[in-house]
């Protein structure tokens, strides 16, 4: 037997066999429909909008030490947001952390 007859067969099976069974039947079909609305009507009320790329400060990890660690986590808790490259995006920089506190 083909893939594609096993494969409706089964579904066909499986179909009847749900069919005797109206409610949970109901629900199967309907629950993916439902929230498949909820989904398209949450895109409706909000659009997408066009947002810039965005570069965010470096931050040490815990190998650099303990005191780079935290204060690359405290300095940028905001976690802000440039439109330019930041000075430790420069290609061979390894770590702008000279000047820091």
Not at 42 to 58: D, L, T
Not at 66 to 95: D, K, S, Y
């Amino acid at each position: 037997m083909a893939v594609s007859t096993q494969l409706g067969l089964l579904l066909w099976k499986n179909f009847t066999y749900r069919r005797r069974q109206r409610i949970q039947l109901a629900i199967e079909i309907l629950w993916p429909l439902f929230l498949f609305l909820i989904l398209i009507s949450v895109r409706r009320s909000h659009p997408p909008f066009k947002q810039h790329e965005c570069h965010f400060p470096n931050k040490a990890l815990p190998s650099a030490g303990t005191l780079p660690w935290l204060q690359g986590i405290i300095c940028n808790m905001n976690n802000p947001c440039f439109r330019h490259p930041t000075a430790g995006e420069a290609p061979g920089v390894v770590g702008n952390f000279d000047g820091s506190m």
